[in-house]
T-cell receptor, first 110, second 114 residues
């Protein structure tokens, strides 16, 4: 089955620095991958997704990179702000079903 | 302008006492999902409704049931809550049940079992 995991459970960065959150997956059958942001007491919020036939996708201040050779996914956040502090989940998707990774807690220090 | 609403936000129930969690949506989406998220863990899909069609995940305990009386509402029933059922329960919706269709999450209901 699908297994999606994260390399680091916590990440602490200085405000203004770039953040990189990593994720490994085991099931090559995932059609797409999504990054979610979950703030304390709230539900996951969609950030960006990438289809399995792509290797890079950019959004506003965020970039997702997919390396299918090593089954690795990363989320890059440019100029990290205090409002970016949250838990970030990657999720692998096949059809409608999402399988979430464990999550990385990002803390932005002022 | 909340799109996926969950009530209550916090629920306390006693061991073995049935409890119902509620979700409503203003998006008119066809699909509604229920996830369980235990402390410091990832959300885990319990089941979903595609329109009126109920789809259970293979490893969801029988203790968990769901009802969807209309497009807007979906309920999660826990028939006999155990201490291990304490968790955040997330409701999500998507327009269709197709690849990559974005799921919109509600804020969750945190369930405590005493």
């Amino acid at each position: 089955g699908e297994s999606v995991g994260l390399h680091l459970p916590t990440l602490s960065v200085q405000e203004g620095d770039n953040s990189i959150i990593n994720c490994a997956y085991s099931n090559s059958a995932s059609d797409y991958f999504i990054w979610y942001k979950q703030e304390s007491g709230k539900g996951p919020q969609f950030i960006i997704d990438i289809r399995s036939n792509m290797d890079k996708r950019q959004g506003q201040r965020v970039t997702v990179l997919l390396n299918k050779t090593v089954k690795h996914l990363s989320l890059q956040i440019a100029a990290t702000q205090p409002g970016d502090s949250a838990v970030y989940f990657c999720a692998g998707g096949s059809n409608y079903k999402l399988t979430f990774g464990k999550g990385t807690l990002l803390t932005v220090n002022p | 302008d909340a799109m996926v609403i969950q009530n209550p936000r916090y629920q306390v129930t006693q061991f073995g006492k049935p409890v119902t969690l509620s979700c409503s949506q203003t998006l008119n989406h066809n699909v509604m999902y229920w996830y369980q998220q235990k402390s410091s863990q990832a959300p885990k899909l319990l089941f979903h409704y595609y329109d009126k069609d109920f789809n259970n995940e293979a490893d969801t305990p029988d203790n968990f049931q769901s009802r969807r009386p209309n497009t807007s509402f979906c309920f999660l029933d826990i028939r006999s809550p155990g201490l291990g059922d304490a968790a955040m329960y997330l409701c999500a919706t998507s327009r269709e049940r197709v690849r990559g269709n974005e799921q919109y999450f509600g804020p969750g209901t945190r369930l405590t079992v005493t």
